[in-house]
């Protein structure tokens, strides 16, 4: 996946003058023996920073290295003032960790008060406005730190990400979706470029498009995805060639951004325009990590590539679309297990999700949109979804979203898209959260929540939660468990 950044980890040993330089120095390098051992990739600096004279050698270390994310780690005490210097003039995620002490048997010449300098190390930190990671119990022993920046790795990737990102969108949001309209101001806050352009621009690059010579071998590409499942063939010339009016769009656009992602508006003039709906086309650049966000929504395409680069797999935009009948339920209780009928809900859109996370797919015509466009006729222009079961498994249901006030709030949940036939059309999945028809009524709608959520196919609630804090979002909501009461919910039965 070439559109999310890779994670080059440095993990920097710091040292308080009245403490043995030797502890921090020796207990870093049992961490990278962890981490190798382990499998977590980090390139271990030689520099320890005593003061603030050592920290230009440590900066220069790591750029020499081309780490992008730091870790800083009190070995020993620390010293408050040069190491939270250190972490503001590092250009990229940092986390700050400390050494628990190793045994009972030496704690006089052995002992390194880390527990105590992080205390220190965190206000100092918050005089200078810096923000680190730290994990929920940031000290431990070398195996732990090992595991704690291996968690901290999704979280780099979402914030390095997040900071070169541009987001293109082609057309305005539809009016009749006005809960898809939020300001963009809040995301060039947090570093996030918007290039915004008309549907007039897209139709003249995919009518130049026509006669790209790369057409032929992306339909064949298409084509072999497909397989038994091309079920209109004379759809795909078209398709190809408005992949490659996208995809040139996006490489000769991207300017000082290295990341790129689409919300574009895709119906009804779409279709009568374009001559076909452009879902498979979308489904496609997610599993290259390029989301396309469908009726130009903008923190939609955000919310699906914040869960490709915290899962490192393709992610989709699904509605939270309709409840699954009760018989439905019933008949399907082995497969269901404990989940209540209110934890479920059907996941729906027209066809963007790609193959690799559908368990069956074929390529058909939008039904809802044929019903509008082109009743009582064979499908023509509503062909060029790609529709199916969504693969079961682990998921996050996940929004980053922005409000009317300019303010930034986000919702996640972990669950499961459960074995069960959804027996309808589109990119269609049975999903269970535990408490959703809770967290439904008291976040989603209390919240003002639209109707899209970014959906990824693994659970990584705990990086998600932890990027949208350090991107400075106070208001992060998640599935609370029965007994636990949402502020706004009747707590009398």
Not at 63 to 78: A, I, M, S
Not at 116 to 125: T, V
Request: charged share 25%.
């Amino acid at each position: 996946m070439k559109n999310i950044p890779e994670v080059r980890t440095g993990i920097v040993a710091v040292s308080r003058d009245c403490f043995p330089i030797e502890l921090s120095e020796k207990r870093r390098k049992n961490i990278v023996k962890a981490c190798g051992e382990k499998k977590v990739p980090v390139t271990e600096i030689n520099t320890i920073v005593e003061n603030e004279n050592d920290i230009p050698e440590a900066l220069i270390e790591l750029e020499k290295n081309k780490v992008n994310t730091l870790v800083v780690y009190l070995g020993n005490f620390g010293p408050e003032g040069p190491l939270s210097m250190l972490a503001q003039k590092f250009n990229g995620p940092v986390m700050f960790v400390a050494a628990a002490e190793e045994t009972g048997n030496d704690l006089y010449g052995g002992r390194g008060d880390a527990f105590c300098g992080l205390l220190s190390a965190s206000y100092n930190a918050g005089l200078r406005n810096v923000k680190p990671y730290m994990p929920e119990y940031p000290v431990g022993r070398p195996e732990e730190i090992a595991e704690m920046i291996g968690e901290f790795i999704p979280v780099a990737r979402i914030i390095l990400g997040i900071k070169k990102l541009k987001i293109f969108t082609f057309g305005p949001r539809p009016f009749d979706f006005n809960t898809l309209h939020a300001p963009v101001k809040p995301l060039m806050d947090i570093g996030v470029e918007v290039m915004e352009n008309s549907e007039l621009d897209l139709y003249e690059l995919f009518n130049k498009a026509k006669n790209n010579p790369e057409v032929p071998g992306v339909l064949k590409d298409m084509e072999k995805e497909l397989g038994s499942g091309n079920k209109f063939p004379g759809i795909l010339s078209k398709l190809a060639q408005y992949e490659i009016a996208l995809t040139g769009f996006m490489n000769e656009n991207l300017g000082v951004s290295e990341y790129g992602v689409f919300a574009n508006k895709c119906w009804p003039a779409f279709q009568t325009s374009f001559g076909f709906v452009p879902c498979y086309v979308n489904s496609r650049l997610a599993q290259r990590g390029i989301p396309v966000a469908c009726e130009a929504d903008i923190f939609g395409a955000l919310s699906e590539y914040m869960l490709t680069c915290a899962t490192g797999f393709p992610a989709t935009i699904l509605d939270v679309n309709n409840t699954v009948p009760l018989d439905m339920y019933e008949k399907a209780k082995e497969t269901i297990g404990d989940y209540a009928h209110n934890d479920l809900f059907m996941g729906f859109h027209c066809g963007n999700t790609c193959s690799s996370c559908m368990a069956n797919y074929e390529m058909k015509y939008q039904l809802i949109m044929h019903r509008l466009l082109e009743p009582d006729k064979e499908p023509d222009i509503t062909r060029g979804t790609i529709e199916g079961t969504i693969g079961a498994g682990d998921m996050t249901l996940f929004r980053f979203q922005g409000t009317p006030e300019n303010e930034l709030k986000v919702y996640v949940a972990e669950g499961e898209v459960l074995d069960i036939d959804p027996k309808t059309f589109g990119s269609t999945g049975i999903i269970a959260i535990k408490e959703m028809g809770r967290f439904y009524r008291h976040v989603l709608l209390e919240k003002k929540f639209p109707h899209h959520a970014g959906v990824g196919f693994k659970h990584a609630g705990k990086a998600l939660y932890s990027a949208s804090r350090l991107l400075g979002v106070d208001d992060v909501s998640f599935n609370l468990p029965k007994g636990m009461y949402y502020p706004t919910e009747n707590p009398f039965e």
